[in-house]
């Protein structure tokens, strides 16, 4: 318990700056760091990583935020989509031409989950950007995170009696992912509030904020769901070690990967500021 803690509060210190000082480089390096990461723990996963073709064709894809900050308004969409294609035509025809070759699936997986993990941080640059590089809005998906996880583990022991989905992840309660809902919803009216009333936002919709917090919350916890699926299904505890006592990267950032880009979806279809 003593490790996790002092884990999680190493983890705060470098985290808050990073999202603070998100018009910076600094932000984009965190960003590359964790996208470079969550590949390598991808790999590890999969019992690829010490198959050097194949890692050395899956790293270029952690320049992606790099490109979403750098590149032109403009341009950034013109740019990314055919980045990523190139990505993945250079790991398949790495696996093409490999005389022993790895099962395909796994690379697939690999390469999928990957791409999965690093789109959803460098919608974090891109949701920063809305705003001019400041952390305001971006900061909802953290939001939608911190608070999903921590209600709904509280909620869960609290009132649990039915379990979420135990083939996947047995200490998961229906009532826990209900109250994680609940309060991330009030949570984002709040936090709406706040910008509202200290960074002069002009909020069009609390219906829509709301709406944007059950939206994100249930993402969240499919999002977990989801990473902790793939875990069972590798037969492994964590992805990695980085955090002593809360994993690597995907295992921290599990749910903050699907709720980044759902948010910069949600926003890019809405007028909520």
Same mark, same amino acid.
């Given at each position: 318990m003593l490790v996790r803690t002092?884990?999680?509060?190493?983890?705060?210190?470098?985290?808050?700056?990073?999202?603070?000082?998100?018009?910076? $480089?600094?932000?984009?390096?965190?960003?590359?760091?964790?996208?470079?990461?969550?590949?390598?723990?991808?790999?590890?996963?999969?019992?690829?990583?010490?198959n050097i073709p194949l890692s050395i064709s899956m790293y270029p894809?952690?320049?992606? $935020?790099?490109?979403?900050?750098?590149?032109?308004?403009?341009?950034?969409?013109?740019?990314?989509?055919? #980045?990523?294609?190139?990505?993945?035509?250079?790991?398949?025809?790495?696996?093409?031409?490999?005389?022993?070759?790895?099962e395909l699936g796994k690379v697939i997986s690999t390469w999928f989950f990957s791409l999965f993990a690093v789109c959803g941080f460098t919608s974090l640059i891109l949701l920063a950007d809305i705003t001019e590089g400041t952390w305001h809005i971006m900061f909802f998906a953290f939001v939608a995170a911190w608070v999903t996880d921590s209600c709904a583990l509280i909620t869960g022991l609290l009132f649990g009696k039915h379990k979420l989905l135990p083939s996947v992840s047995?200490?998961?309660?229906?009532?826990?992912?209900?109250?994680?809902?609940? #309060?991330?919803?009030?949570?984002?009216?709040?936090?709406?509030?706040l910008l509202e009333l200290f960074f002069d936002y002009q909020i069009e919709s609390y219906v829509l904020i709301a709406l944007c917090g059950f939206i994100c919350s249930l993402v969240a916890v499919t999002g977990d769901l989801l990473f902790s699926a793939v875990k069972r299904a590798s037969g492994i505890k964590d992805f990695g070690r980085l955090m002593p006592g809360h994993g690597g990267v995907l295992d921290r950032f599990d749910s903050l990967i699907s709720i980044a880009i759902v948010l910069l979806m949600f926003l890019s279809v809405t007028n909520i500021f």
């Open positions: 002092l884990s999680s509060i190493v983890f705060l210190l470098v985290v808050l700056p990073c999202i603070y000082f998100s018009g910076t $480089p600094l932000f984009v390096a965190f960003v590359v760091f964790i996208s470079v990461r969550a590949i390598y723990e991808m790999l590890r996963c999969n019992g690829l990583h010490k894809l952690s320049f992606l $935020p790099i490109l979403a900050r750098y590149v032109d308004d403009n341009r950034v969409y013109e740019i990314i989509f055919p #980045f990523i294609f190139t990505c993945s035509l250079l790991v398949l025809s790495v696996y093409t031409f490999m005389k022993e070759k790895p047995p200490k998961k309660t229906i009532e826990g992912a209900i109250g994680g809902v609940f #309060f991330c919803i009030a949570a984002f009216v709040l936090y709406a509030k």
